[in-house]
């Protein structure tokens, strides 16, 4: 069984067994599911039952934050390994191995109860390796709708993005939430900086196949003040480095991310937020930004 999806215009498939357990479990990617005839696909995925023994060397080490999913990559001349546990201390759930240009990946369920994490694990990798050279980012963000725009919200994890959306939601009229995590960020030729829904949205489920120009990026800092300040431009590229996915170590896909930081900083402005989590940080931010 093969499905494809379209995310942010670029399309990916998943082939698996048609009674693989997983078959039932991806109603997440249903908004973004398109048809056998349109077009060929950047990336595919194939759930494989095993996967031979390779001796690759580790590039890429995870995270070490408690409660963080961690991803250690190694690669040989020609292959990818990617090892997935949902945190740290938690065996591999899932491994994947990729070819060199991350046009096609072999994923093998090690822990079928985390058959899903795995899933979108891979798939959120490939997209954004494979992506980065093609005006496209793969952000850790929070995305309010407001006006016809999409706000993004930016910073580490228990942070407050979440927090700060709900608080747009509940008191800056006219808002909804595009997506709560992974949302996708993509310069079309035109120059136009454009925030796309995405399958992938953290703890909330919110997988809207929508997409909208990008109104302003905003770094959530914790402050006993509501207080925003534009960045400059040097500060801008390092937010946007900072919340970004991909593997910077690698020099082309390096040189990608950056021509499309640049383009993004050219065309839209980034702030950083000095806040409370309540509603009156909320009205600060959005008397700055809905202008």
């Known amino acids: ?50 996967l031979p023994d ?52 072999r994923l093998q369920i090690l822990r079928p109860g985390e058959g899903l994490f795995g899933l979108n694990n891979a798939l959120m990798l490939l997209f954004a390796f494979r992506t980065a050279c093609l005006g496209t980012l793969e952000m850790h963000a929070s995305v309010i709708v407001n006006g016809g725009r999409a706000f993004l919200w930016l910073a580490k994890s228990g942070t407050g993005k979440s927090t700060h959306s709900r608080m747009w939601l509940e008191n800056i009229p006219g808002s909804r939430l595009l997506n709560d995590d992974n949302p996708i960020v993509r310069v079309l030729d035109d120059g136009t900086v454009e925030v796309y829904g995405s399958p992938w949205s953290g703890k909330t489920p919110c997988y809207r196949n929508e997409h909208y120009p990008a109104g302003a990026f905003v770094q959530i800092r914790r402050s006993p003040d509501n207080v925003i300040t534009r960045l400059k431009v040097l500060e801008s590229y390092a937010l946007l480095y900072s919340s970004s996915s991909g593997f910077k170590s690698d020099t082309a896909m390096a040189d990608g991310l950056n021509a499309t930081f640049e383009k993004i900083i050219s065309r839209t402005p980034c702030y950083v937020l000095d806040c409370r989590p309540d509603a009156d940080a909320a009205r600060v931010c959005s008397a700055e930004l809905i202008k």
């Open 1 to 50: 069984m093969t499905r494809t999806f379209r995310v942010a215009g670029h399309l990916f498939s998943v082939i698996m067994p048609e009674d693989h357990p997983l078959a039932g479990k991806m109603a997440q990617y249903g908004p973004f599911e398109v048809g056998d005839d349109a077009g060929e696909p950047l990336f595919t995925v194939e759930i494989v039952g095993s």
């Open 54 to 105: 390779i001796q690759a060397e580790k590039v890429y080490g995870g995270y070490e934050e408690e409660g963080e999913p961690v991803i250690e990559l190694s690669k040989t001349d020609d292959t990818w390994v990617c090892d997935m546990a949902v945190c740290k201390g938690k065996p591999v759930c899932a491994r994947m191995h990729s070819d060199s240009s991350f046009s096609r990946g």
